[in-house]
Every structure is written in C-alpha cells, then in structure tokens.
C-alpha cells in the first residue's frame, strides 16, 4: 500500500465523485513480470487517431481530489504527435490547460489490450500524465493515472467531432472548498441546444445540485456550451425565483456529437465528468445500478452500492441492493419503488426500504434521475429530517437479454477504492486488469495497481466467478487472490458493474467484453467518486489493511 500512508492522514478533506468505473484493491500484491498474458489481438496499430480521456481520483500528496481531461493524437506505431492538450485541475496543485510536447510523449499497446502511454505537457500545473489502460475495442477502453502524483479512474475514447445537436443529460462531481475543508459536490441535469427565454434569462436546461450532502432540487439551467479539443461551457443554475444559485465554467472535450466530457476550470470547487445525448424515457425493463458516496455528512463514512430494479410503467419492482457501508457488507430486497413522468428529461426516482445511511435503518431515497445514451444518471436529492444528510450517486444500466459470462472474448477491467489502512487513515487505489475466464467461472489475467500514487505492475488476477441461481447476472467471487466483489450484468452482457465485498476495502467499477477489431459500449461514469480524506474508521481494528 502507499509507503506515505501515516504521514497523510491529518492532511486529508473529502471530495467527491466523478466519474466512470474502477475500484481495486489492497496491499499484499507484489510485482511480477512472469504473470501470463492473454493475447486477444490488439497491437500498438490498436490506438491510431485522435482520443479523448479523462481521469478523477486524488493527488498523492495531499489526498485531495485532482481531475484529468484531454485528448491526444496517435500514429498506430507507438509515437504521440502533435495535436494534442491537457487540462488538470486539482484543490492541491491548481488548474492549468496546456498542449501536449509530442516530442517526449510516446505509447505502448500489449496483445491483451493493456498499454500505458505517456503525456507530457510543455507547462502546466503538473509536467504532464501516465495512463495505464485496457482497450476494449480499438475506439474505447478504461484507464487510471500511473504516476506518482496521483490516482485516478476513467476512460479512452476514439474521436469523432461534429455539431452538437438536440440535448444532453450530465452527470458531475468533484469537491469544493469549504473554509479549510475539503466537501463533496456533485450535480446532474439536462442542457438544449435550443433556447427559452424567462425574465431576460436564457434557459436551456434543469440541474440538480448535492453540495455536503444538502440538496438543491429541480432548478433551471442556462448553459451554453461548445464542444472542441477543448471547447468551453458555462452552466448557470436558478431557482424557482430566477435567483442565481451558482456558475460553474468548464473546458469540453468532445468524444462524439453523443458523447461529451466536461472538466471545471474554476478553482474553488471541481466538477468533472460526461454528458450524453437526452432520452425522454426510461423504458420498462431490468436495470442493473451502482452507485456510490457517502453515508451521513456527520458520520462520514464511505458507501457503495449496486443491484436490480425492474421498471414497469412508473413502477419499480424486484429491487436488489447489495452494500457496502465501510466494509459492512449486506444485501437487501426492496419493496419497490416508483419514478415520475419524464418531463424535460427528468424524473425524481425512489428506491423504497434500502439501506442509505448510518443509521442503520432501511429508509427510501430519492434521486435525480436523467436518461441518457450512456445510462440514468442518478443523484441522490433527498434531505432527511434526522440530519443524517448522505449524499450517493451513479448510474442504472438497462440489462438486456444477456446475462451470462462469455468464455469467448477477455475483459477489461477498471476498478477504484477507499481501503482502511489499519485505521490509520484512508486511501484511493485504482486499477487496471485484463482476464479470461473459462468453463468452470474461472479467470485469470495480469493486473496493474495504482495506490495512491504508488505503482505495481503486473500482478496475478485471478478467481472465480460463481453465479446466482436466484437472479439473472447476479453472482459473486470466490478464490479470489485479490479482492472479492458481487457482480451486475448489463447491456447484454457487455458491461459487468461490480461492487467490492470485503471488510477492509471497499469500491465500485465494471468489466467490459474486448473486441480487437470492433467498438466498446460507451456509458457513464459507474459512481460518485469521493476522496477517503475525511473517513473515519469507526475503532480498532475497522479497515484493516489487506493481507493477502
């Protein structure tokens, strides 16, 4: 584990949120180069063409949350060139958005589809970044940071520009300063290319905002935005009245006239994350959810989630939640839930009698929640009268047809955690896998971890993976020489949401099926991201670390 953990601890504040999957594991993992590698045909010729990526996670010296968004440019046979600009914006290290040097940027793509590649900036805040990624396809894969100045998960993606057209549904978060603290923010909402005009105000849009784990509900949106490499957006909230309730500027990086990234430029607060072309509904079907955040504001604890609904005319049914509520692990079945009428391209959505906070008690959160081409996104808008004001959010994935496992393609994994560290403090680690798995559920593959800025190479990955007889791609792990997680199978089958198990570690992230020669399934980000500054282990022996 991070060799600086026991002099960080005093230093940390919370953050929260962004973006897009990952969670991995703990200590005890060693380096060796002798793991096998599974060849799935992917080659440095994998990775040609212009990329946007993006990563969310924390600095490694003050723990505090650092965000990463850029593109770059490929020739297919290892070099980087010109082209290419960075933008990083941490609480710690401050904001800057520089282009890339080409001259001493390069990259490296393995037959399995995990490569590294490095980005160095002729100025800035930071000299530049390393990703380690695994392709899914030759136009999308998972990363995380792998340097020493921080961690962080999310994605790579082919890019494709052109026009934005129609509207977007989002999904940020970050943190914000508040007095010497570091708090967690996080918003979601729609935004129009079309304008309608109130007051001598242009709205275009709906937000909802979760600040500390206080919830501003349902407020207008004027948002103006224009996508480039990078372009810029301002969004603009309101309430009922017309008042201003905040302004929040952004660079845009454009993955595809569906598919956006948004990272804040401001300095005073960070909000990073996606938007994705608007859907007016959310069909009936089975969803497979995963979300993550806080407990309680006042007990501060991590909390993550995942599992099923089934969505029927308004109607939720079979609600499924696993959770993990600093390393309490439990499942739970709801009793239902309900959504409104999409109108705007929101709905206010409930999940009834799921656990959600300290108390302990099962309770029945609402959430935002915007259907989008990458998912719902979801964001927890209830203030409860006890004062235990929580605040968690993600994402829900239609299921489809396919539920099962593939013997036939890898996978690619990204994960991201909050482990104990003996109870002296928490920390973020972020990984990268690639894995086969075979008849019997087992799989097997090289992993690289990144904990907290503190790299390990290819380690052994494996388990095995054993289904639920009970609910369709619901299943767990066993044999694990890593780290134990329950699995979520969506988009039939090409996206596997996962949530870690363990007592001593805790994190959400997703695999996602390969294909060398075709296209990854882009959705959003799998959680709300937090820093572990401010969790508390509640006493001796809580969040331990890993011993294996």
Not at 24 to 53: D, H, I
Not at 113 to 118: K, N
Not at 311 to 321: E, I, N, P, Y
Not at 438 to 460: A, F, H, K, Q
């Amino acid at each position: 584990m991070n060799p600086l953990a026991s002099t960080k601890c005093a230093a940390r504040l919370l953050m929260a949120l962004a973006a897009v999957s990952g969670l991995f594991l703990t200590a005890g993992c060693s380096s060796s180069n002798k793991v096998s590698t599974n060849s799935e045909g992917f080659t440095n010729a994998s990775l040609t063409g212009t990329y946007v990526f993006s990563s969310t996670g924390v600095d490694s010296t003050n723990g505090v949350f650092l965000a990463a968004a850029g593109s770059f440019v490929t020739d297919g046979n290892g070099n980087v060139l010109t082209g290419g600009n960075i933008d990083i914006n941490s609480l710690s290290f401050g904001q800057s958005s520089t282009p890339i040097s080409a001259a001493s940027a390069a990259y490296s793509v393995g037959s399995d589809g995990r490569g590294q590649i490095t980005l160095t900036t002729s100025g800035g805040v930071l000299p530049g970044i390393v990703l380690d990624f695994v392709l899914t396809s030759p136009s999308h894969g998972l990363v995380t940071e792998f340097d020493g100045d921080g961690t962080g998960s999310g994605t790579i993606d082919l890019q494709a520009t052109g026009a934005l057209t129609g509207s977007y549904s989002f999904g940020l978060s970050g943190a914000a300063v508040s007095g010497s603290n570091e708090v967690p923010l996080a918003m979601v909402g729609t935004f129009s290319t079309s304008v309608s005009r109130a007051q001598g105000i242009s709205f275009n849009g709906l937000a909802d905002i979760n600040a500390n784990g206080v919830a501003t509900a349902d407020l207008n949106l004027a948002a103006t935005v224009t996508a480039g490499s990078p372009g810029t957006a301002t969004l603009s909230s309101y309430n009922s009245s017309n008042d201003l309730v905040a302004t929040y500027n952004f660079d845009v990086y454009m993955v595809d006239v569906t598919h956006l990234k948004f990272i804040e430029t401001d300095t005073a607060q960070i909000l990073a994350g996606d938007a994705f072309t608007q859907q007016t509904s959310i069909p009936d079907g089975v969803y497979a959810y995963s979300m993550e955040g806080l407990d309680s504001t006042s007990n501060v604890e991590p909390l993550a989630m995942a599992g099923f609904f089934t969505s029927a005319s308004g109607t939720l049914s079979d609600v499924l939640q696993d959770y993990n509520d600093a390393g309490n692990f439990n499942e739970v079945a709801g009793t239902g839930g309900s959504f409104t009428t999409v109108t705007g391209g929101r709905t206010e959505l409930t999940l009834n009698s799921i656990y959600n906070g300290a108390s302990g008690l099962l309770d029945s959160p609402t959430f935002a929640a915007y259907p989008s081409s990458g998912g719902i996104e979801m964001l927890e808008i209830d203030n409860p009268t006890d004062g235990e004001f929580g605040i968690t959010g993600g994402i829900a994935l239609p299921q489809g047809t396919t539920t099962t496992i593939s013997t036939t393609p890898g996978y690619g994994l990204n994960l991201s955690a909050i482990n104990g560290n003996g109870g002296n403090g928490n920390f973020e680690e972020d990984d990268i896998a690639q894995f086969v798995v075979d008849s019997s559920g087992n799989y097997s593959g090289p992993e690289d971890i990144n904990d907290e800025g503190s790299t390990t190479p290819n380690v052994s990955f494996t388990g095995t993976l054993t289904p639920d007889t009970a609910v369709a791609g619901h299943g767990s792990v066993t044999n694990s020489s890593e780290f134990n997680f329950n699995y979520y199978a969506a988009n039939d089958g090409s996206t596997i949401l996962i949530l870690e198990t363990d007592s001593n570690q805790l994190g959400l992230g997703s695999f996602e099926a390969q294909s060398s020669s075709g296209s990854g399934v882009r959705t959003a980000a799998a959680h709300t991201q937090f820093s572990p500054v401010l969790f508390k282990p509640k006493g001796k022996g809580a969040w331990k670390k890993r011993s294996k």
